[in-house]
T-cell receptor, first 114, second 116 residues
Framework: GENVEQHPSTLSVQEGDSAVIKCTYS??????FPWYKQELGKRPQLIID?????GEKKDQRIAVTLNKTAKHFSLHITETQPEDSAVYFC?????????????FGQGTILTVHP | SAVISQKPSRDICQRGTSLTIQCQVD?????MFWYRQQPGQSLTLIAT?????????ESGFVIDKFPISRPNLTFSTLTVSNMSPEDSSIYLC?????????????FGEGSWLTVV
């Protein structure tokens, strides 16, 4: 089955700096890659996603890049703010009859210091 | 996005008992799933809730321990049976493939279970 590796496990940055979280996946059939943000005591919230027919997607301060050849995708957060502090999870899905079945990375604890 | 309601939001359960978690969506969805998130861990898929038929379980999860129902396209239940402290987790319902969710997967608010 699919395996998703996420790095780093913890990331500490100063407010205003950029943060990058990387994930690799094992199944070349995966075609949907969402990123979720989970604040303490809350559910995971989708922040951005990308599909395999796209190499990059941006939404204000957040961007995701996908390299299908290397089987990795990354989350980029620019101009970080203290409210960006949370656990971030990447995930991958094969789609087709397995659409919606997400395999998650281990998570990255992001801390943004004021 | 789809509005997903889960009940209960939190519960403290006695060892050996069973608890049923409900997931209600405000619109019809094709896909409904149940995930578990153990303390400090990532999310793991338990099963796909299939409308009108038996759920499809992932490796390591069995129907006797986690019976699932899905009577229609907006509702599903997950029962955690014969609970032990190791079952203390957040249980999350997720949905996709509906008018309000499209091809995106959204999560319910989660049910925080503590087994004592």
């Amino acid at each position: 089955g699919e395996n998703v590796e996420q790095h780093p496990s913890t990331l500490s940055v100063q407010e205003g700096d950029s943060a990058v979280i990387k994930c690799t996946y094992s199944d070349s059939a995966s075609n949907y890659f969402p990123w979720y943000k989970q604040e303490l005591g809350k559910r995971p919230q989708l922040i951005i996603d990308i599909r395999s027919n796209v190499g990059e997607k941006k939404d204000q301060r957040i961007a995701v890049t996908l390299n299908k050849t290397a089987k990795h995708f990354s989350l980029h957060i620019t101009e970080t703010q203290p409210e960006d502090s949370a656990v971030y999870f990447c995930a991958a899905s094969i789609g087709g009859t397995s659409y919606g079945k997400l395999t998650f990375g281990q998570g990255t604890i992001l801390t943004v210091h004021p | 996005s789809a509005v997903i309601s889960q009940k209960p939001s939190r519960d403290i359960c006695q060892r050996g008992t069973s608890l049923t978690i409900q997931c209600q969506v405000d619109s019809q969805v094709t896909m409904m799933f149940w995930y578990r998130q153990q303390p400090g861990q990532s999310l793991t898929l338990i099963a796909t809730a299939n409308q009108g038929s038996e759920a499809t379980y992932e490796s390591g999860f069995v129907i006797d321990k986690f019976p699932i129902s899905r009577p229609n396209l907006t509702f599903s239940t997950l029962t955690v049976s014969n609970m032990s402290p190791e079952d203390s987790s957040i249980y999350l319902c997720s949905v996709g493939g509906g008018l309000n969710s499209g091809n995106t997967i959204y999560f319910g608010e989660g049910s925080w279970l503590t087994v004592v």
